[in-house]
Protein backbone atom coordinates (compact mmCIF):
# COMPACT_ATOMS: atom_id res chain seq x y z
CA UNK A 1 0.00 0.00 0.00
CA UNK A 2 2.85 2.07 -1.02
CA UNK A 3 4.34 3.01 2.63
CA UNK A 4 1.24 3.81 4.40
CA UNK A 5 0.18 1.70 7.20
CA UNK A 6 -2.91 1.87 9.12
CA UNK A 7 -3.71 0.61 12.29
CA UNK A 8 -6.09 -1.08 12.90
CA UNK A 9 -7.86 -3.25 10.13
CA UNK A 10 -11.03 -3.34 12.07
CA UNK A 11 -12.00 -0.97 15.54
CA UNK A 12 -15.36 -1.19 17.66
CA UNK A 13 -16.62 2.01 19.33
CA UNK A 14 -18.50 1.67 21.97
CA UNK A 15 -21.28 4.62 22.77
CA UNK A 16 -20.00 8.14 24.21
CA UNK A 17 -16.29 6.38 23.76
CA UNK A 18 -13.37 8.39 21.80
CA UNK A 19 -11.34 5.81 19.68
CA UNK A 20 -8.12 6.68 17.81
CA UNK A 21 -7.16 5.62 13.73
CA UNK A 22 -3.37 5.55 13.02
CA UNK A 23 -1.87 6.38 9.90
CA UNK A 24 1.83 6.10 9.61
CA UNK A 25 3.94 7.11 6.11
CA UNK A 26 7.59 6.38 5.05
CA UNK A 27 7.39 8.31 2.09
CA UNK A 28 8.51 11.40 3.27
CA UNK A 29 5.40 13.47 2.38
CA UNK A 30 4.23 16.68 3.72
CA UNK A 31 0.89 16.35 3.31
CA UNK A 32 -1.46 13.71 4.89
CA UNK A 33 -5.22 13.61 4.65
CA UNK A 34 -8.43 11.59 6.26
CA UNK A 35 -11.53 10.82 4.12
CA UNK A 36 -14.27 8.70 5.06
CA UNK A 37 -16.41 6.28 2.75
CA UNK A 38 -19.62 4.88 3.06
CA UNK A 39 -21.14 1.88 1.45
CA UNK A 40 -21.60 2.37 -2.25
CA UNK A 41 -20.09 5.99 -2.00
CA UNK A 42 -17.19 8.22 -2.73
CA UNK A 43 -14.72 9.55 -0.39
CA UNK A 44 -15.27 12.41 2.19
CA UNK A 45 -12.56 14.38 3.32
CA UNK A 46 -12.31 14.85 6.67
CA UNK A 47 -8.92 16.52 7.89
CA UNK A 48 -5.78 17.19 6.02
CA UNK A 49 -2.20 18.32 7.19
CA UNK A 50 0.18 20.35 4.69
CA UNK A 51 2.58 20.74 7.15
CA UNK A 52 3.82 19.74 10.39
CA UNK A 53 1.56 21.29 13.38
CA UNK A 54 -0.87 23.19 10.69
CA UNK A 55 -3.91 20.84 9.89
CA UNK A 56 -7.58 22.26 8.28
CA UNK A 57 -11.00 21.27 8.27
CA UNK A 58 -13.04 19.33 5.51
CA UNK A 59 -16.03 18.50 4.14
CA UNK A 60 -17.21 16.73 7.01
CA UNK A 61 -14.85 17.31 10.15
CA UNK A 62 -17.48 17.58 12.69
CA UNK A 63 -17.35 15.37 15.43
CA UNK A 64 -13.34 14.54 14.51
CA UNK A 65 -9.26 15.70 15.38
CA UNK A 66 -6.91 15.23 14.49
CA UNK A 67 -3.35 16.00 15.47
CA UNK A 68 0.16 16.26 13.55
CA UNK A 69 2.83 16.14 15.60
CA UNK A 70 5.35 14.28 13.78
CA UNK A 71 5.32 14.40 9.95
CA UNK A 72 4.87 10.52 9.39
CA UNK A 73 2.06 10.39 11.48
CA UNK A 74 -1.66 11.51 11.64
CA UNK A 75 -4.07 10.35 14.05
CA UNK A 76 -7.46 10.56 13.54
CA UNK A 77 -9.94 10.97 16.83
CA UNK A 78 -13.57 9.88 16.22
CA UNK A 79 -15.05 11.51 19.35
CA UNK A 80 -18.62 11.04 20.89
CA UNK A 81 -19.94 13.71 19.55
CA UNK A 82 -19.79 11.46 16.17
CA UNK A 83 -23.43 9.90 16.28
CA UNK A 84 -22.77 8.22 12.99
CA UNK A 85 -19.37 6.74 13.27
CA UNK A 86 -19.49 3.47 10.87
CA UNK A 87 -17.41 3.94 7.91
CA UNK A 88 -14.43 2.46 6.18
CA UNK A 89 -11.81 5.27 7.19
CA UNK A 90 -9.08 5.90 4.70
CA UNK A 91 -5.48 7.67 4.92
CA UNK A 92 -3.88 9.32 2.12
CA UNK A 93 -0.31 11.28 1.66
CA UNK A 94 1.31 12.90 -1.07
CA UNK A 95 4.17 15.46 -2.02
CA UNK A 96 2.52 18.46 -2.52
CA UNK A 97 -0.18 19.06 -5.35
CA UNK A 98 0.42 15.57 -6.30
CA UNK A 99 -0.86 12.58 -6.39
CA UNK A 100 -2.21 11.03 -2.79
CA UNK A 101 -1.69 7.50 -2.18
CA UNK A 102 -3.73 5.81 0.46
CA UNK A 103 -3.50 3.37 3.07
CA UNK A 104 -5.39 0.15 3.39
CA UNK A 105 -7.91 1.32 5.70
CA UNK A 106 -9.92 0.83 8.78
CA UNK A 107 -13.43 -0.01 9.35
CA UNK A 108 -15.33 1.19 12.62
CA UNK A 109 -18.32 -0.47 13.67
CA UNK A 110 -20.47 0.59 16.80
CA UNK A 111 -21.59 -2.02 19.36
CA UNK B 1 -21.42 23.49 -6.87
CA UNK B 2 -18.06 21.72 -7.32
CA UNK B 3 -18.82 18.41 -8.09
CA UNK B 4 -17.57 15.38 -10.04
CA UNK B 5 -19.96 12.74 -11.62
CA UNK B 6 -19.81 9.63 -13.10
CA UNK B 7 -22.17 8.57 -15.82
CA UNK B 8 -22.84 4.76 -14.61
CA UNK B 9 -22.68 3.23 -11.72
CA UNK B 10 -22.24 -0.02 -12.79
CA UNK B 11 -20.60 -1.40 -15.83
CA UNK B 12 -20.30 -5.24 -16.98
CA UNK B 13 -18.01 -6.30 -19.90
CA UNK B 14 -16.87 -9.65 -21.56
CA UNK B 15 -13.29 -10.84 -20.01
CA UNK B 16 -11.06 -9.77 -23.19
CA UNK B 17 -13.29 -6.49 -24.30
CA UNK B 18 -11.75 -2.75 -24.04
CA UNK B 19 -13.95 -1.41 -20.98
CA UNK B 20 -14.89 2.49 -21.20
CA UNK B 21 -15.54 4.00 -17.69
CA UNK B 22 -16.79 8.17 -17.57
CA UNK B 23 -16.86 11.05 -15.57
CA UNK B 24 -17.67 14.38 -15.49
CA UNK B 25 -16.63 17.42 -13.89
CA UNK B 26 -17.72 20.68 -12.99
CA UNK B 27 -14.88 23.04 -12.16
CA UNK B 28 -12.97 24.43 -14.79
CA UNK B 29 -10.16 25.66 -13.00
CA UNK B 30 -9.39 22.07 -11.96
CA UNK B 31 -6.15 21.62 -13.21
CA UNK B 32 -4.91 17.51 -12.37
CA UNK B 33 -7.04 14.39 -12.53
CA UNK B 34 -6.94 11.26 -11.10
CA UNK B 35 -8.13 7.70 -11.92
CA UNK B 36 -8.44 5.50 -8.71
CA UNK B 37 -9.34 1.45 -8.57
CA UNK B 38 -10.44 0.28 -5.42
CA UNK B 39 -10.99 -3.35 -4.80
CA UNK B 40 -13.35 -5.07 -1.82
CA UNK B 41 -11.83 -3.84 1.45
CA UNK B 42 -8.97 -2.12 0.49
CA UNK B 43 -8.04 1.40 -0.11
CA UNK B 44 -8.10 3.21 -3.36
CA UNK B 45 -4.84 2.38 -5.78
CA UNK B 46 -3.60 4.59 -8.38
CA UNK B 47 -4.10 4.01 -12.06
CA UNK B 48 -3.15 6.55 -14.02
CA UNK B 49 -3.18 10.81 -13.77
CA UNK B 50 -3.11 14.06 -16.26
CA UNK B 51 -3.04 17.40 -16.27
CA UNK B 52 -5.14 19.91 -17.97
CA UNK B 53 -2.51 20.61 -20.41
CA UNK B 54 -2.87 17.49 -22.15
CA UNK B 55 -5.21 15.81 -23.39
CA UNK B 56 -4.88 12.02 -23.59
CA UNK B 57 -2.34 10.22 -21.26
CA UNK B 58 -1.39 6.35 -22.19
CA UNK B 59 -0.49 3.47 -19.38
CA UNK B 60 -0.31 -0.11 -19.20
CA UNK B 61 -3.73 -1.34 -20.88
CA UNK B 62 -5.22 1.98 -19.87
CA UNK B 63 -5.95 5.37 -21.29
CA UNK B 64 -6.98 8.38 -20.18
CA UNK B 65 -8.78 11.26 -22.12
CA UNK B 66 -9.74 14.88 -21.03
CA UNK B 67 -11.86 17.06 -22.93
CA UNK B 68 -11.76 20.22 -21.34
CA UNK B 69 -14.57 21.83 -23.99
CA UNK B 70 -17.50 19.68 -22.24
CA UNK B 71 -15.24 19.18 -19.06
CA UNK B 72 -15.24 15.20 -19.70
CA UNK B 73 -12.91 12.91 -18.24
CA UNK B 74 -12.66 9.13 -19.58
CA UNK B 75 -10.77 5.70 -18.62
CA UNK B 76 -10.19 3.08 -21.13
CA UNK B 77 -9.17 -0.55 -20.45
CA UNK B 78 -7.69 -2.24 -22.87
CA UNK B 79 -8.71 -6.01 -23.09
CA UNK B 80 -10.34 -6.56 -19.29
CA UNK B 81 -9.21 -9.08 -17.65
CA UNK B 82 -11.20 -11.00 -14.27
CA UNK B 83 -8.59 -9.04 -12.32
CA UNK B 84 -10.02 -5.52 -13.27
CA UNK B 85 -13.49 -6.09 -11.33
CA UNK B 86 -13.34 -3.19 -9.29
CA UNK B 87 -14.88 0.26 -8.19
CA UNK B 88 -13.13 3.02 -10.08
CA UNK B 89 -12.93 6.19 -9.20
CA UNK B 90 -12.27 9.88 -10.82
CA UNK B 91 -10.74 12.68 -8.72
CA UNK B 92 -10.50 16.36 -9.81
CA UNK B 93 -7.66 18.41 -7.80
CA UNK B 94 -9.27 21.88 -7.13
CA UNK B 95 -5.56 23.67 -6.88
CA UNK B 96 -6.65 24.19 -3.02
CA UNK B 97 -3.65 22.85 -1.22
CA UNK B 98 -3.92 19.41 -2.75
CA UNK B 99 -8.08 18.42 -2.22
CA UNK B 100 -9.19 16.26 -4.25
CA UNK B 101 -12.76 15.63 -4.82
CA UNK B 102 -14.32 12.20 -5.54
CA UNK B 103 -16.70 10.97 -7.90
CA UNK B 104 -19.09 8.50 -6.66
CA UNK B 105 -17.40 5.50 -8.48
CA UNK B 106 -18.51 3.09 -10.98
CA UNK B 107 -18.30 -0.72 -10.29
CA UNK B 108 -16.72 -2.68 -13.11
CA UNK B 109 -17.43 -6.25 -13.58
CA UNK B 110 -15.42 -8.39 -15.70
CA UNK B 111 -17.87 -11.54 -17.42
CA UNK B 112 -15.16 -14.85 -17.77
Known amino acids: DGGITQSPKYLFRKEGQNVTLSCEQN?????MYWYRQDPGQGLRLIYY???????QKGDIAEGYSVSREKKESFPLTVTSAQKNPTAFYLCASSSQGETQYFGPGTRLLVL | GESVGLHLPTLSVQEGDNSIINCAYS??????FIWYKQESGKGPQFIID?????DKRQGQRVTVLLNKTVKHLSLQIAATQPGDSAVYFC???????????FGQGTELSVKP
Open chain 2, 91 to 101: AENLNQGGKLI
Open chain 2, 27 to 32: NSASDY
Open chain 2, 50 to 54: IRSNM
Open chain 1, 27 to 31: LNHDA
Open chain 1, 49 to 55: SQIVNDF
